[in-house]
């Protein structure tokens, strides 16, 4: 009965359903426009017959579909070719919205121009990153693995795995952490960017303070990392450096060093200053304080 209805339908109706079961529920009359294809005008007198039809409603969220049945035969009927090209649309017009565009993008590879692959790969790492950020842990990894089939080269694809394995290891995953640190290490060798190797021994750092609390050896390894760092004024560098600082006074500390550890742990502070990274900044004023009650400073209540 719905392909009946749908069949007798001219072309920009047609087209306004498709874009809009690509879009999902919500979505605007301009952003169904652009990814339908078609002009202003085809696509308001679309609205008016699907909606005359019952096929579409007109909320003040956005549009919807009538029936959820509807979206379901468009969908089934609409070719793999055509679904491609919708898609590739609304990964372009979505690109505020990383997260809707990377999975547009996914799902429109077929039909990427040479372009379209850095900003797949922008939306697929900014992605991951954000819902890292909300705790919504596996999914932030399958977007992080599906970044890393897009890198560029055998360096991106190493820097990849290191921030999944950083994220694997502040959620408490030290395990699967540790192994895909251990398949980066296998093949780092002195050729390869300082600043990769620097993140991957601050990494291994952190990994030697947790499972072995040897604050010695955690000591050397991100000693090393800071001297490869030394110098690097790119946001990435200056980035790990201020985790490389984290590290380092976070074993002063445990080995009761603690003028080192205060002076180390402002060092960070000022690094995430400069970064102006709100939370970052929060985690180095949380050591910075720890520091401070160990030494009797009532400043650490401030």
């Known amino acids: 009965l719905v392909r009946s209805r749908l069949e007798t339908l001219p ?36 609205l008016e017959n699907l909606e005359n039809a019952a096929l579409v409603r007109s909320l003040e969220e956005g549009l919807s579909f009538g029936h959820d049945l509807v979206r379901e035969v468009v969908v089934t009927d609409t070719r793999a ?26 799902l429109s590879q077929d039909a990427w121009d040479d372009d379209d692959t850095l900003e797949a790969k922008r939306t697929f790492v900014t992605s991951s990153a954000n819902l890292a950020l909300r705790g919504e842990l596996n999914d932030s990894l399958l977007w992080s693995e599906r970044a890393e ?14 921030e999944r394995s950083a994220t694997l290891e502040r959620y408490g995953r030290y395990k699967e952490a540790g192994a895909l640190l251990a398949q980066v290490e296998a093949v780092l060798d002195e050729n390869q960017s300082p600043r990769l190797r620097a993140q991957a021994l601050t990494l291994r750092a952190r990994a030697v303070q947790v499972e072995t609390a040897d604050h010695t050896e955690a000591r050397r390894l991100v000693d090393e990392a800071l001297r490869l760092l030394d110098g690097d004024t790119h946001r990435s560098g200056v980035t790990l450096r201020g985790d490389a600082l984290a590290v380092a006074g976070y074993a002063a500390y445990k080995m009761g060093h603690l003028d080192e550890a205060l002076e180390l742990n402002e060092k960070g502070l000022e690094v995430r200053k400069q970064l102006e990274d709100r939370s970052k900044i929060a985690g180095a004023l949380s050591n910075l304080a720890m520091v401070l009650a160990a030494r009797g400073d009532e400043r650490a209540e401030g």
């Open 81 to 106: 070719v055509r679904s491609s090209l919708l898609n590739l649309r609304a990964a372009r017009a979505r690109r505020e919205f990383p997260l809707r565009a990377a999975q547009h993008y996914w």
């Open 11 to 46: 072309d920009p109706a047609r087209q306004t359903l498709e874009a809009l079961a690509v879009l999902g529920d919500g979505a605007g009359l301009s952003l169904v426009r652009k990814v339908s294809g078609r002009s202003l005008n085809e696509a308001a007198d679309a």
């Open 149 to 162: 089939t897009l890198a560029s080269s055998e360096s991106e694809r190493l820097g990849m795995v290191l």
